[in-house]
């Protein structure tokens, strides 16, 4: 099928910066929007930010002007820069690829597909 892989995460203080990758891997054919998402402790999953095919961009209110999204469709990877971290920034953050054409066998498949997470920890 497919899989997601994140790199990137880690410990870094307030103000700091951190880049977070995501790779997918599989027989893909397309990807219809790649994004990050990102659960703190106690709270439910939230969109960060997304990217289309076309390279449209969304982004949560809370991280407008401090995170940038970026995808490269020809190596069906996703980046999120991270900027001007905040505390509450800290989370474990998901790599999806949504609408994801997959082949098996020849037959195509259309499926929603995650990573397994990386923590990022904004402390002083």
């Known amino acids: 099928q497919v899989q997601l892989m994140e790199s990137g995460g880690g410990l870094v203080q307030p103000g700091g910066s951190l880049r977070l990758s995501c790779i997918a891997s599989?027989?893909?054919?397309?990807?219809?929007?790649m994004g990050w998402y990102r659960q703190a402790p106690g709270k439910q999953r939230e969109l960060v930010a997304t990217v289309a095919s076309g390279g449209g961009t969304n982004y949560v209110d809370s991280v407008k002007g401090r995170f940038t999204i970026a995808r490269d469709n020809a190596k069906n990877t996703v980046s999120l820069q991270m900027n001007s971290l905040k505390p509450e920034d800290t989370a474990v953050y998901y790599c999806n690829a949504g609408g994801t054409t997959y082949y098996i066998r020849s037959h195509s498949y259309t499926g929603d597909f995650w990573g397994q997470g990386t923590q990022v920890t904004v402390s002083s």
């Open positions: 599989g027989s893909i054919f397309s990807i219809n929007a």
